[in-house]
């Protein structure tokens, strides 16, 4: 693996953005499939809105799932972009923790949904815990790569927005 490149691939960058777009999609819309458990654990009319956003957060949980194991073989295979060196050290390990944080939920969230799916509980509630932790590393990660490109101005986000020739 190498960390000597000065971008992200087109490849990388695309799989970030569609990535990121289905957890934003998931995270709004996702509250359907716990409309649907309910009702039906309690024997109501699930409306077809809801029923087919239950279905959407199924298929885009897998989707994601699916795309995650494809950045992470790409990431493997051809290595991620230096990291800046600007800021201090505990800046550097936090960033480090984040991204690798990301990851973690990247796998477990739609793992844990799956097997609450087909299994039921606790897996639905520790499914459930995703959404809390995905926000506040959403709104950590954003404000950092924010930090970055206007007060660091050290090309951190150009990275993940323009492809490494």
């Not at 509250?31 to 409306?47: I, Q, R």
């Not at 809801?50 to 897998?62: E, F, I």
């Not at 990851?103 to 815990?129: E, M, Q, R």
Request: net charge neutral.
């Amino acid at each position: 693996m190498s960390e000597n490149r000065l971008g992200y691939s087109s490849y990388q960058i695309a799989l970030h953005w569609c990535i990121a777009a289905l957890v934003l999609f998931q995270l709004f819309f996702g509250e359907s499939m716990t409309t649907v458990v309910d009702a039906t654990e309690e024997g109501h009319v699930v409306t077809g809105a809801d029923q087919a956003l239950g279905s959407a957060h199924y298929w885009v949980g897998l989707i994601i799932l699916v795309l995650v194991l494809m950045r992470l073989g790409l990431r493997f295979a051809s290595g991620a972009p230096v990291p800046a060196d600007a800021g201090p050290r505990w800046m550097q390990a936090a960033a480090r923790a984040s991204h690798a944080l990301f990851y973690v939920l990247l796998l477990a969230t739609p793992i844990a949904g799956l097997l609450a799916f087909y299994l039921g509980d606790p897996w639905g509630d520790i499914h459930s815990l995703g959404k809390p932790a995905f926000i506040i590393l959403i709104v950590a990660h954003v404000t950092a790569a924010l930090y970055h490109h206007f007060w660091l101005r050290d090309g951190t986000l150009k990275k993940m927005m323009v492809p490494a020739r």
